[in-house]
Each structure stands twice: as structure tokens, then as C-alpha cells.
């Protein structure tokens, strides 16, 4: 009876295991941004509904970069080339979007700082990375981004030598449009699929 025991209990640790990776799988990209956003880990920048309540002498000069995603048919720059601030000070710049398509077209930014270790102190208070960007055919907009670096980036002896940051944004195509599109051209498909069935018949 004894070897039943335990051939039970090690099969129901082994269907725990395998729970609990098939969740960790499930939950990781989520599991891993929550992580980003809390560590600065990769360059993930912070978040805040106000701005600093000190500033100290220190000065960073903060440069910014643009890219667009090949399947977005946008324009995408950054109306300055770089911000030069105290510590704990706000910062506000601005980017410049405009649409090539022939139809309205919703657009989402990703983004980063380098080097990644000084993401945890880059703030961001308003960014148009925070929401979805909708362009009609030939629209422009400038898009602000207001931000502040911790003054707790002093005391931190790994970006004692870190006099610039790179803020960087990546604009993609929104994945609710991406998914739109990929129904529109699996129905395309049926259609055509069904014409020819007919045409077969």
C-alpha cells in the first residue's frame, strides 16, 4: 500500500507543477511588465501625477529618439533634439505624428530610456504613450511628453558618471487594429474560399 502512497503523491506534485508553470506561462509577459514598471528593469520608465518636491543642482541632458513600426504608415519624429535640466526638475518636449495612410489609423508607442539602469528614475507625468493616437488620412499632431528625473538618482553610486538619457519611442499599429484586420482578411479568405467551392460544385 505504501508504494500506491507515494506514486500518488508524486503524480500529484508533478500535475502541480505543471499547473503552476502552464500559469506562469499564461501570466508572464504580464508578470514581467508589472516587473519592468517597478524596477526600471530594460529602461521602463516611472509614472507620477505630479512632479517633484525637490530639485538639486545636478544637471542631465535628456535626448530623444523616434522610430515607427514598418506596418504603420506614419510620420513620427521629435520636435527637439534634446533637454538639458536640473535633477527633479519638469521637463516638457514634444513629438511630431503625421499620417500617410488613406484611412484613419490608431497607433500605440512603446518606449525606453538608455542606459536602462536610469529608467527607474525617468518620471513621466503626461505622455501620449498613455493612451491610443488616432490620425485621420494626412493629419499631424504634436504630441507632449512631461517629465522629471528623481533626485533619488543621486544617492544611487551605479549613475554617478550619467550625464545623459535617452527617451525613446516606438510607434506601432494598435493591436485592437491589428486584430481587426486579421478578421477582415480571414473573412476575405472565406469568401473566397467559398466562391471557389462553388465554382468547383
Not at 44 to 50: D, I, L, N
Not at 63 to 91: C, Y
Not at 96 to 114: D, M
Request: charged share 20%; with cysteine; hydrophobic share 35%.
Amino acid at each position: 500500500m505504501k508504494p500506491r502512497t507515494s506514486k500518488g503523491t508524486t503524480v500529484l506534485g508533478l500535475v502541480l507543477i505543471i499547473g503552476v508553470m502552464a500559469g506562469l506561462t499564461s501570466y508572464s509577459p504580464t508578470l514581467y511588465r508589472l516587473f519592468c514598471d517597478f524596477t526600471g528593469y530594460g529602461g521602463t520608465t516611472q509614472r507620477a501625477s505630479s512632479g517633484s518636491d525637490r530639485v538639486i543642482d545636478r544637471k542631465i541632458t535628456v535626448r530623444f529618439n523616434a522610430d515607427v513600426n514598418p506596418e504603420l504608415d506614419w510620420k513620427f519624429s521629435p520636435l527637439q533634439k534634446e533637454i538639458t535640466l536640473k535633477v527633479g526638475e519638469k521637463g516638457l518636449a514634444f513629438y511630431h505624428a503625421q499620417s500617410l495612410a488613406s484611412e484613419p489609423v490608431s497607433g500605440t508607442a512603446s518606449f525606453n530610456v538608455t542606459p536602462a539602469k536610469a529608467g527607474v528614475y525617468f518620471v513621466k507625468m503626461e505622455c501620449f504613450c498613455f493612451s491610443e493616437q488616432v490620425l485621420k488620412p494626412g493629419e499631424s499632431i504634436d504630441m507632449p511628453v512631461q517629465f522629471y528625473i528623481d533626485p533619488e538618482l543621486a544617492l544611487d553610486k551605479n549613475l554617478s558618471e550619467i550625464d545623459t538619457i535617452t527617451l525613446s519611442y516606438t510607434f506601432f499599429r494598435s493591436a485592437r487594429e491589428n486584430q481587426g484586420r486579421a478578421g477582415q482578411t480571414a473573412q476575405a479568405d472565406g469568401v473566397t474560399d467559398t466562391s471557389r467551392q462553388s465554382k468547383i460544385n
